[in-house]
């Protein structure tokens, strides 16, 4: 009787492997250059890493497989291309700039802001908050960036003897959190919200940790079973920390607005690049998300586009800085 399940149980295995390894997609996949797989999962053992040797990994095999290779394990795979002339095929296409599917882990942080965005909706994001990276705005905010280097570097000489011991990483997210709240989000962090960015700080740290983990554990991309686990009930309790962190930096800043304005005038559409760039005389600094509450008045974009978007550069900035991942 052993016997005889046993035989079914590699009855069974085998036509999982035929049909996960040799349909049509598969073999496509296949094709492209890669490791040599394992019986029925494939690809899926070699990137069982923890993600700092994942990241590893990625990088030596785009030197092994001269820049283009392959991952596979039914459903999912992945062509990683590394070369500059073959991106340079796939980004002068259209028709293959539909985000990964890793990507959509990050929706219940971003929603539809413009990293995960596409078509039209992104080309109008897009007009939206390109006037708020012109240099004539940009060079503005020249005295908050030197007022929290000077912060961070009395921080660096704070080490007795000359031998520095604080912790580079932290220094470097704070820096640049202060100094992107205050440029791009027109908010201060005063001694009194402090606590709330260091909360925020550590939110979008474990976060990040969190996607990368689950984009290299193949059972977790399914939502009902990932939203199941203890790293699914862990994200939902720190994305609670930081929407309620960029719902309260845009409530402030709307309450700003609201009592002392900001002067918004367009003076003249330029031609910079393929997009229209405008410039803008203003009393005051003006904000990335200054631009977005203009443009809801004027029926561009609603209260949630806003937290869209702020989420989706603060995401960017934040974890580039922590060293989570670059900047998409």
């Not at 007022?147 to 640049?176: C, Q, W, Y």
């Not at 989420?311 to 900035?317: G, L």
């Amino acid at each position: 009787m052993v016997l005889f399940y046993a035989l079914v149980l590699i009855l069974i295995l085998c036509i999982l492997h035929v049909w996960f390894n040799y349909n049509k997609k598969a073999r496509l996949m296949l094709s492209i250059p890669g490791p040599k797989g394992h019986f029925v999962v494939s690809d899926l053992m070699e990137d069982m890493l923890p993600p700092d040797e994942l990241f590893d990994k990625v990088r030596k095999d785009a030197k092994k497989y001269d820049g283009i290779y392959r991952f596979w394990s039914y459903p999912y795979g992945a062509a990683n291309i590394y070369n500059p002339e073959d991106i340079e095929i796939i980004l002068s296409n259209s028709k293959y700039n539909e985000k990964s599917i890793v990507y959509k882990f990050m929706k219940p942080w971003l929603g539809d802001g413009l990293l995960l965005s596409g078509g039209t909706k992104w080309q109008q994001r897009r007009k939206i908050l390109t006037p708020a990276f012109h240099f004539n705005i940009l060079r503005h905010f020249s005295k908050v960036l030197e007022e929290n280097s000077k912060k961070m570097a009395d921080k660096l000489d704070s080490g007795e003897d000359g031998i520095l011991t604080l912790d580079i990483v932290p220094l470097l997210s704070e820096f640049t959190l202060n100094s992107i709240c205050e440029t791009s989000m027109g908010t201060r962090l005063d001694e009194e919200k402090e606590d709330a960015g260091r909360l925020y700080k550590k939110s979008i740290y474990d976060v990040g940790r969190i996607i990368i983990t689950r984009s290299t554990r193949i059972h977790l991309f399914n939502d009902f079973v990932y939203y199941r686990t203890a790293l699914g009930r862990s994200q939902k309790k720190h994305l609670d920390i930081v929407h309620s962190f960029t719902k309260n930096v845009i409530k402030e800043r709307k309450k700003y607005i609201k009592e002392h304005g900001v002067e918004l005038a367009e003076i003249i559409n330029k031609e910079d690049t393929d997009d229209e760039v405008y410039a803008f005389t203003r009393k005051n600094k003006i904000a990335m998300l200054d631009l977005l509450i203009s443009a809801e008045k004027d029926g561009l974009i609603d209260d949630q586009g806003i937290q869209e978007e702020v989420d989706t550069f603060m995401f960017e900035v934040s974890m580039t800085a922590l060293g989570i991942c670059d900047s998409a």
